[in-house]
């Protein structure tokens, strides 16, 4: 309709004036960044090293953001196509494999070949590392991290429809989160971390809701952490005569 395509094109400016203001605000934070530590190199004066710092750290969640404004913008633009989740898994441990401590093991053996999803292969990508690095962090002295994906049925409730979904778990044997913590995390900014931007969580929900799914977590402190991932592969809808009837989710996006 007219008003789709309004929309569509509305988006479609949006995503290209935030990828070119991206892009500058990169030019401009980059540099800064990288003359922030030299300020704190050259001085023994207590005022002006926590001056430096707080360049760094203002140039740092600029760049974050800017990331997350380039990532919407390439969002907004490309279509979804069909993920294999294994071979994105693989490409996930290929990518981490680099910064994986040598006492974290990353376990993704038990996830089936046969998975697909209609989606941002990008994105999904981007939402899993930042799920795997939380876990990381949250195993200083060594752990396993395990990822698991299958396809599920999921009854109704207030939040979602019933129907068969595709479950994507991240787990840790990591800290794990007390109930407040669980209950701020998709607030922006917050953090636990010296260096974090409290804004990881935020991107991986706004991600995965934008593939109209659900982002759920469960944690025990001491014990570790799953965030569970689902997204609808078919779900039961009532059409106008009260039948019930299945949708694609090609046809969602
Ligand atoms: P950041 O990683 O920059 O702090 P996030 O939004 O990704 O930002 O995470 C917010 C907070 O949630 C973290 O600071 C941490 O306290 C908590 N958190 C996230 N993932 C985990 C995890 N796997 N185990 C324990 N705590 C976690």
Known sequence: T??????????????????????????????????????????DDTRLLRLGELVEDCAKRGLDMVASMLSFARGARQA????????????????????????????????????????????LQQCLLNLCLNAIQAMPSGGTLTLRAERTWVDADGQRAAGEYLRIAVSDTGVGMDEDVQRRLFTPFFTTKP?????GLLSC??????HRGLLGVTSAP????????????????????????????????
């Open 195 to 199: 260096d974090g931007t409290g804004l």
């Open 222 to 253: 001491g014990e570790g952490t799953t965030f569970q991932i689902l997204l609808p592969l078919e779900l039961e809808t009532a059409d106008a005569r009260g039948r019930s009837e299945t949708v694609r989710n090609a046809r969602l996006l």
């Open 80 to 123: 979804g196509s069909t993920v294999n989740v294994k071979q994105l898994l693989r490409a996930l441990d290929l990518l981490m494999r680099g910064t994986l401590p040598r006492n974290v093991v990353l376990d993704i053996s038990d996830v089936p070949n046969d998975l697909n999803f209609e989606g941002n292969d990008t994105e």
């Open 205 to 210: 929900k706004r991600i995965v809701e934008n």
């Open 2 to 43: 007219e008003a789709e395509l309004m929309r569509s094109q509305r988006l479609d400016s949006l995503a290209m004036l935030a990828g070119g203001l991206s892009h500058d605000l990169r030019n401009i934070l980059q540099p800064l960044l990288m003359v922030a530590p030299m300020i704190s190199e050259r001085t």
